[in-house]
């Protein structure tokens, strides 16, 4: 599975960007779809995760209810809306992939096997 992120760029505190991650396989049932954040001199954190099958999420309590994660079927790719951005929240973002699991899981890092390149997301305050 080839993950392919894109949409980052510089806003100011309080805007939105959306993050889309492009896949390259062609179904993903049984996948879950994640993305993590990695600031300078900090250790990668999940940010929102989804199943596919279902549309189950889950998000880190720090971006609950200004970030949605949502899927496209049809082209198999995965979005984060940002909306309400804050200086903290700058940070490289990656979208992640892994096949199987249980929801529990689906919030933890270890357990994700596919990454796409990061993708830089700068908010200025």
């Known amino acids: 599975v080839q993950l392919q992120a894109s949409g980052g760029g510089l806003v100011q505190a309080g805007g939105s960007l959306r993050l889309s991650c492009a896949a390259s396989?062609?179904?993903?049932?049984?996948?879950?779809m994640g993305w993590f954040r990695q600031a300078p001199g900090k250790e990668r954190e999940f940010v929102a995760a989804?199943?596919?099958?279902?549309?189950?999420?889950s998000y880190a309590d720090s971006v609950k209810g200004r970030f949605t994660i949502s899927r496209d079927n049809a082209k198999n790719t995965v979005y984060l809306q940002m909306d309400s951005l804050k200086p903290e929240d700058t940070a490289v973002y990656y979208c992640?992939?892994?096949?199987?699991?249980?929801?529990?899981?689906?919030?933890?890092?270890?357990?994700?096997?596919?990454w796409g390149q990061g993708t830089q997301v700068t908010v200025s305050s």
């Open positions: 396989r062609r179904t993903f049932n049984n996948y879950f």
């Open positions: 992640a992939a892994k096949s199987g699991g249980i929801t529990s899981t689906m919030r933890d890092i270890k357990t994700y096997n596919y």
């Open positions: 989804i199943r596919w099958s279902g549309g189950s999420t």
